[in-house]
């Protein structure tokens, strides 16, 4: 039997919340606040399944951390003599960000540090970091010569070098300026395009003189941070989540607060404007180098409008919720430049393209973007998230303008960046009050 269309109750985003901490800016502060030596404090740390990854592995390099349940953290660094090699292989998870920029400080670690992860992760690109890392010194064996975990790093003395990078990517680089702070001489990353900055920010405000000039950014090594005392802002890649829900459900006008604007990463913000979006940003302060600020949106009629393929980097992880945006913006959005959209948690590419399928959008894939033509209803139909925390929270908010329910298999995933998301939605729509 057929079931009729039902349309659901959509609950407009309205009043003040604000989201969980930074997700990038906390890897790097346990990172950062295991290299000095003395105690530093975190605290809004990111209380997702990655940077537990990273908290899990600088305990397993010997750094003492003591947390509570307010994502507060205390790390306990003691330098390099405070970093030994692990006991057992470091489980990264699904976490890019863990394995790629801890390869910077095991490179210098004497002794053998091993890096597995999950199936997602075990099939992403690890030659980018491992081969620049070799030509610093390091010695990093894995499979595929190296591509692809596991992999196995024999630690020792590193030497700077001049590095030109082949993909415009902050992991990397980290890893680099990381390797960088511990190797002896000047370690130089020559960028391709801009990516997010976070690592010159945070070494800069733990007394680490970053040089940037132009493309490139320097480090002088040996020189270690001082300890951190800082207060991690909310990540604006999950406030995306929010921001486009609020745009798209009539009748919202939501404030997020306390989020990270840093200018690499608010590339969603400059696309949505230009597809007609009333979102407002207010600079409240700062944190640990980084801006942070107050972000009002309200529900506004969308236009389809290309992004600027160069400014990919600064939205590259906010592209499945503004793929779900552009399915209720009339006309054609097309991304392109975004190739590595290809390598991430999933083929996020293909994931999209598909899901939008289903639920009764309009999208065409490219090698490195897709084409969205709007608007059109959606409606209720089984999506697959393919594990993919970004995916999956894109279609949840898709599910809040479809006529019917949209079920998101693997939703669990979400836990990777941003376990509280639907309680922070039930809280912008007045569900729950807690
Ligand atoms: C990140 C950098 C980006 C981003 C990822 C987090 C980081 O990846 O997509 O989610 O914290 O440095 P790439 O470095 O691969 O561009």
Redesign the pocket.
């Known amino acids: 039997m057929r079931r009729g269309r039902r349309t659901k109750t959509r609950l407009p985003l309205t009043g003040r919340i604000s989201v969980p901490g930074d997700?990038?800016i906390s890897?790097?502060a346990l990172i950062v606040a295991a290299l000095a030596e003395g105690r530093s404090s975190v605290r809004g740390l990111n209380s997702g399944a990655d940077v537990r990854a990273t908290l899990a592995a600088v305990e397993a390099l010997g750094v003492r951390v003591a947390y509570d349940d307010n994502y507060q953290v205390q790390v306990y660094g003691e330098g390099m003599g405070g970093l030994r090699e692990p006991g057992g292989p470091i489980d990264a998870g699904n976490s890019?960000?863990t394995v790629?920029?801890m390869l910077g400080v095991a490179a210098a670690i004497e002794g053998l540090t091993v890096f597995i992860g999950d199936r997602s992760l075990s099939e992403r690109p690890m030659l980018r970091v491992v081969a620049p890392l070799r030509q610093m010194g390091a010695r990093i064996d894995g499979r595929a010569n190296g591509e692809l975990l596991p992999l196995v790093v024999r630690g020792g003395a590193l030497r700077g070098v001049d590095i030109e990078l082949s993909?415009?990517?902050?992991?990397?680089?980290?890893a680099l300026l990381f390797a960088g702070c511990l190797a002896t001489g000047t370690t130089s990353v020559i960028e391709p395009g801009p990516?997010?900055d976070?690592?010159e920010r945070m070494l800069s405000a733990a007394g680490v003189a970053v040089v940037r000039s132009g493309t490139t950014v320097s480090v002088d090594g040996p020189q270690l941070p001082a300890p951190l005392n800082v207060r991690v802002p909310g990540d604006m890649?999950s406030a995306a989540f929010l921001i486009v829900a609020a745009l798209l459900v009539e009748g919202s006008d939501l404030t997020i607060e306390d989020v990270g604007i840093n200018p690499t990463r608010t590339g969603l913000i400059d696309a949505l404007r230009a597809m007609g979006a009333d979102i407002e940003v207010i600079e409240t302060g700062t944190e640990g180098g980084e801006p942070v600020g107050s972000i009002r949106v309200r529900s506004s009629a969308l236009v389809g409008a290309s992004p600027d393929p160069a400014a990919v980097?600064t939205f590259?992880?906010e592209i499945p919720v503004l793929a779900i945006a552009a399915t209720q913006a009339e006309g054609e959005t097309t991304i392109r430049g975004a190739s590595?959209l290809r390598v991430?948690e999933t083929d996020r590419i293909s994931a999209l393209v598909e899901g939008i399928t289903a639920i009764g959008g309009r999208a065409e894939a490219h090698p490195d973007g897709m084409t969205v033509t709007g608007s059109t209803p959606l409606r209720g139909a089984d999506v697959d998230s393919l594990g993919d925390h970004r995916v999956a929270m894109a279609f949840a908010v898709a599910g809040l303008v479809a006529d019917d329910n949209i079920r998101i298999a693997k939703w669990s995933c979400v836990d990777t960046s941003f376990p509280e998301f639907l309680d922070v939605l039930g809280r912008a729509q007045g569900r729950l009050t807690a």
């Open positions: 997700k990038s890897h790097r890019g960000t790629r920029t993909v415009a990517s902050a992991q990397v680089k980290t990516s997010r976070h690592t890649s980097p590259i992880d590595e991430k």
